[in-house]
């Protein structure tokens, strides 16, 4: 069975095309597709014995017989036989892979099979079937076709679904049926939607889109897809009334249909058929197209597959409005999941050759992956690779050739095993691929940039050297559909002109092959070996310069160094190969570890800001002069220290790389650590004293963000604006406050051991906020549980406020938390008359505090959190 992803996202829907392995149509007919022919001629005419008669007399009789019963019985519509691949057997005799798709009215069955075709003994002896299995079957394909000649008043209609309610008082409705009953519904009239999610981070978003915490939009149309077997009780029959059929209804409820219908559960079947064919919706899932007069047409979506399986999103704009998991799925399954929940398979090692023609941005590529089986029962496995791309083949030792499928509009490719894998099954994969591949854009870390006003005019073209990136999003190598720890060998092959640096430590010095010439352009090739696992590969391809190497020691690890720019970016060489000595000797002092054995630091030229962090190494934009972009007021720019940035990008080795997230919650574990990494280099770089402004600007940048939603919320902060700097406030500066408040609540070894041992128990997987806490827990001896809901799950910038009293010798300051009390250091400075000042550091737990500290002369004034680093707002 293929396990079709249904997988539903802003914009996309399921279309798979059953193209990409080449067909014999091209060919001449032979002895095969004439044998071919007549099987679609016996199995079309429902003729059994026809079908038997193909065989070859010492076939095995029962999967013969059964293959006869599947095509003929009950007779079918139309029947199309065909050919994907053959390769040669012993004897003469062909392997072929046949797709054989039936049809029995509006429903279609869409079969994989082996078929052995073996030459008859004479050269007038027609082929025949000498064995044939069974790889795959699609069933419950549905030719679907609104319903004209039925039309139905709408009286009172409510439909509910998780947290959606839709309201129709009055209107017309058709419907479209499978062979088990009606699983769409068109619906014209005006009504009422209310989604109402019970999560407040979710709440919070819909505030955001519509100004209410739910979403009550009045709408003229619904488009429905549902379980037949669940439609009867979903839909109220009492509340539908056949009447008349009105042509402009028709009109109407046909166009909405052919609109919307093919959005979902759609299948393409390119040469095999033309028509339009729907998979049903699982039992439980719903789909339902909302067309509002605010927002346009907005879909809902509860998918049980989906580990957040409630989703309402903007198809047009491409935004994820609400996900989230539902009540239902929650009860069952727990707060936490991780993407690698359920997953079919991991890939442990990859061998991958790739010839790059950058200026083409042309791929062609080898990809040999080797991969274990999870789940039982494993038959076929979704791979990620570009749609852009040609797949040539895909092989593998043990089975030979196998057949994929890709699907319409996604970066997927499908494999299907011949026969059913059990887990802990190892195999490797060889895929054959080239076309072109769109290089990304260094937007993972990427600043906003706006034009300086004065300059926009007269903005100068400035030449930069070129530069290709293939990295976590261009899908430029098979791949798992989520990232998945392996290593690997990668090999690039450039044309002479160019360098590559890849995920991996660089093994030889390039060769460049003999021969060559003007006709045949001097290319080289490139090699890179990662022994250590990393989440994903990349490569970045330039006209760099290598301008250092070397070997440090950081930690007990060695290091291998090597720094390379491009001609205009050399000039930031030396100072840049002494700070990223310095920062990665200091990381590995903290961690006691260094989790890979080389990084590479490439310097590349742009007209802004911008970097990216793959595992072993990171490219980081030097800004040329001239440039017309100036940094607007980036959460994350810190002006005070410009080396910020390197050291963010450096020490996602460690947080993002090397301890991974589970899925897109947790991002903050690789963004926030980053952070607070870099600004602990920036205040060891300044011999321990604070960065000016730096906490500040992290703490104002959180708190004027914090409405937008907690930490967990991850990518989806500042999502429905389409501001990335919300993210950034939130993830990247918050988070980083966030570990400066448990670092100062904990205690410093505290806090480095706890991070230490988190570090390592995740080495090389991904981790969870909660598996951040147990290992602070473990760490401290303290129960965190509240320290997190607050900063982490929670938005809430707590309110305290302070006050003192002086006596002769001590001052009493005292804290008051209105609303729920909170755990949260905030320093006091006392400020003498003579000038001096004194920290001291008050641990709030309770609604009420109070600390004595004893004085020690005349007192000026006391300040509660003037260091900025409690994320709290003090009220006087
Ligand atoms: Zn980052």
Not at 718 to 727: K, Y
Request: aromatic letters at 10%.
């Amino acid at each position: 069975m293929v396990r079709v992803p249904l997988r539903i996202f802003a914009g996309m829907c399921l279309t798979i095309a059953l193209a990409g392995v080449p067909t014999s149509a091209a060919q001449p007919p032979d002895g095969v597709t004439t044998l071919l022919r007549r099987l679609q001629q016996a199995a079309a005419a429902g003729d059994r014995s026809a079908v038997l008669a193909l065989g070859d007399p010492q076939i095995s009789l029962p999967s013969f017989a059964e293959f006869a019963n599947t095509l003929t019985a009950p007779p079918p519509t139309r029947v199309v036989v065909t050919e994907r691949d053959r390769a040669p057997l012993d004897g003469g005799t062909l392997r072929l892979v046949v797709e054989i798709f039936t049809e029995r009215g509006i429903e279609g069955r869409l079969g994989t099979w082996r078929i052995d075709a073996r030459p008859g003994d004479a050269a007038v002896d027609p082929w025949r079937i000498a064995a044939v299995t069974r790889l795959s079957v699609v069933t419950g394909l549905y030719r679907l076709a609104l319903d004209t000649a039925t039309e139905y008043d709408i009286h009172e209609l409510v439909v509910r679904a998780p947290d959606l309610t839709i309201e129709m008082p009055a209107g017309r409705a058709f419907m479209a049926s499978t062979t088990d009953g009606p699983t769409a519904m068109v619906l014209l009239g005006r009504g009422r939607m209310k989604f109402s999610p019970p999560d407040p981070a979710e709440r919070t978003q819909i505030h955001i889109l519509s100004g209410r915490d739910d979403l009550v939009e009045e709408i003229d149309m619904a488009f429905l897809r549902l379980s037949p077997y669940q439609f009867a009780s979903v839909v109220d029959s009492n509340a539908l009334k056949p009447r008349a059929v009105d042509p402009s209804d028709v009109r109407s409820a046909v166009s909405v249909f052919n609109d919307l219908a093919p959005r979902s559960l759609q299948i393409d079947l390119s040469d095999i058929s033309r028509d339009r064919w729907s998979l049903t919706p699982s039992f439980g899932d719903v789909i339902a197209e909302l067309r509002t007069k605010k927002f346009g047409t907005l879909t809902y979506a509860r998918s049980g597959s989906e580990p957040e399986d409630i989703n309402v999103f903007d198809r047009k704009r491409r935004r994820n409005i609400s996900i989230y998991t539902s009540a239902a799925k929650l009860a069952q399954r727990g707060r936490f999941y991780s993407e690698d929940d359920h997953l079919d398979y991991d890939v442990l090692a990859y061998d991958i050759d790739v010839q790059l023609n950058p200026e083409r941005i042309l791929i062609d590529g080898d990809a040999r992956m080797k991969l274990k089986i999870l789940s039982d029962g494993t038959s076929s496995l979704t791979l990620k690779l570009a749609e852009s791309v040609a797949v040539r083949g895909v092989y593998s030792p043990d089975f030979g050739r196998l057949l994929h499928l890709r699907v319409v509009g996604q970066n997927s490719l499908i494999v299907n095993l011949p026969e059913v894998l059990s887990a802990g099954t190892e195999l490797w994969l060889d895929v054959r691929y080239s076309g072109p591949v769109t290089p990304q854009a260094f937007d993972r870390e990427a600043i906003q940039v706006g034009q300086s006003q004065n300059q926009q005019e007269q903005r100068i073209e400035i030449p930069l050297a070129p530069r290709y990136l293939y990295s976590n999003r261009s899908y430029w190598y098979p791949q798992s559909t989520v990232t998945d720890y392996a290593t690997a060998t990668i090999r690039i092959t450039v044309p002479s002109e160019y360098d590559a640096i890849a995920t991996g430590q660089p093994v030889e010095s390039p060769t460049l092959p003999a021969g060559g010439g003007d006709a045949q352009r001097r290319r080289k090739t490139f090699v890179f070996e990662a022994s250590r696992p990393v989440r994903y590969l990349a490569m970045i391809v330039s006209r760099f310069n290598r301008l250092d190497n070397m070997r440090i020691t950081a930690g007990s690890s060695d290091v291998s160094l090597y720094l390379q720019a491009t001609p205009r970016a050399s000039v930031r060489g030396r100072e840049t190969s002494d700070r990223l000595t310095a920062i990665l000797k200091f990381y590995a002092s903290l961690v006691g570890d260094a989790p890979y054995p080389s990084f590479t630091l490439a310097l590349a030229e742009s007209d802004r800001p911008g970097g990216h962090s793959p595992p072993y190494f990171a490219v980081l934009d030097y800004v040329v002069p001239g440039s017309t972009f100036v940094w607007r007021n980036d959460p994350v720019s810190f002006e005070n220290f410009p080396a910020f940035f390197l050291a963010h990008e450096v020490a996602h080795q460690w947080w993002g790389q090397a301890v991974g997230w589970k899925n897109y919650h947790e991002q903050w574990l690789s963004e926030a650590f980053a952070q607070y990494f870099a600004a602990l280099y920036a205040e060891k770089d300044r011999d321990g004293s604070p960065v000016p402004n730096l906490l500040r600007q992290m703490r104002r940048t959180a708190i004027d963000a914090s409405p937008n939603g907690p930490v967990y919320l991850g990518y989806r902060l500042g999502h429905i604006q389409g501001d990335d700097r919300i993210f950034r406030a939130i993830v990247y500066n918050k988070g980083a406050m966030v570990l400066h408040m448990l670092r100062r609540l904990v205690g410093d070894e505290a806090f480095f051991s706890g991070i230490r041992a988190f570090y390592l128990q995740w080495k090389y997987k991904k981790a969870g906020t909660d598996d951040f806490r147990k290992a602070m827990e473990t760490a401290t001896g303290r129960d965190l549980q509240r320290f997190f809901d607050t900063w982490i799950f929670g938005s809430t910038i707590p309110r305290v406020k302070f006050s003192y009293r002086l006596s002769e010798t001590e001052a009493t300051v005292r804290f008051e938390v209105p609303d729920e009390a909170v755990e949260v250091p905030i320093t006091v400075t006392v400020t003498y008359d003579s000038g001096a000042t004194e920290n001291v550091v008050v641990q709030l737990a309770d609604k009420h505090t109070e600390r004595t500290i004893p004085l020690k002369g005349r007192v000026r004034t006391i300040a509660a959190n003037a260091d900025n680093a409690a994320l709290v707002e003090i009220d006087h």
